[in-house]
């Protein structure tokens, strides 16, 4: 079973702070990460996707991907209460026909 | 441009009713996906298209059925409710030809069973 995990939470920062959301996964052939952010009641919206090895940033957002250790984090800079919400992590694995396995979700509270 | 619309927002059954949900996309995307996600357990795909005329099972397909009518319309049927299939059901498209397979995620489908 191929599986995508996350730490549940919830994971509590002040305003300003950074917020580190972790994300391994168990299949090494995984090609793409996805990270989305869900508001309570609402679905899913993709806020950034990686698939080298490093660093990408968006705005207040990095993704850092580390195919060796198997592992993908978010960090969201200069935390707005507005960023309060659940984060999925989302992996396209080897040979799934565009499917995602998506971890079970992070929920943050960004603390005024 | 709707992106990803889903019918009815909310469903209330009884046990061993049947029902249809129902989901369209107006973005020409070739993928189409059913999920449910229940408290703690993330989203778990049940079936997907990969393509107009193709569907094929994903991890919890048990007590479903789908249909592709075409390249907009994906729909998601339960022949018999059950309790363990209340859930919040979201459906979702992606375009095949996109590499970085984002997937649009529709509003959701709250569906109890009694």
């Known amino acids: 079973q191929k599986e995508v995990e996350q730490n549940s939470g919830p994971l509590s920062v002040p305003e300003g702070a950074i917020a580190s959301l972790n994300c391994t996964y168990s299949?090494?052939?995984?090609?793409?990460f996805f990270w989305y952010r869900q508001y309570s009641g609402k679905s899913p919206e993709l806020i950034m996707f990686?698939?080298?090895?490093g660093d990408k940033e968006d705005g207040r957002f990095t993704a850092q991907l580390n195919k060796a250790s198997q592992y993908v984090s978010l960090l969201i800079r200069d935390s707005q209460p507005s960023d309060s919400a659940t984060y999925l992590c989302?992996?396209?694995?080897?040979?799934?026909?565009?499917?995602?396995?998506f971890g079970s979700g992070t929920q943050l509270t960004v603390l005024p | 441009n709707a992106g990803v619309t889903q019918t009815p927002k909310f469903q209330v059954l009884k046990t061993g009713q049947s029902m249809t949900l129902q989901c369209a996309q107006d973005?020409?995307?070739?993928?189409m996906y059913w999920y449910r996600q229940d408290p703690g357990m993330g989203l778990r795909l049940i079936y997907y298209?990969?393509?107009?005329?193709?569907?094929d099972k994903g991890e919890v397909p048990n007590g479903y059925n789908v249909s592709r009518l075409n390249k907009r319309e994906f729909s998601l049927r339960l022949e018999s409710a059950a309790p363990s299939q209340t859930s919040v059901y979201f459906c979702?498209?992606?375009?095949?030809?996109?590499?970085?397979?984002?997937?649009?995620f529709g509003p959701g489908t709250r569906l109890t069973v009694l």
């Open positions: 973005m020409n995307h070739n993928s």
């Open positions: 989302a992996v396209r694995e080897t040979g799934s026909a565009r499917q995602l396995t």
């Open positions: 299949d090494r052939g995984s090609q793409s």
């Open positions: 298209s990969a393509s107009e005329g193709t569907t």
């Open positions: 990686i698939y080298s090895n």
């Open positions: 979702a498209s992606s375009d095949a030809g996109h590499s970085y397979n984002e997937q649009f």
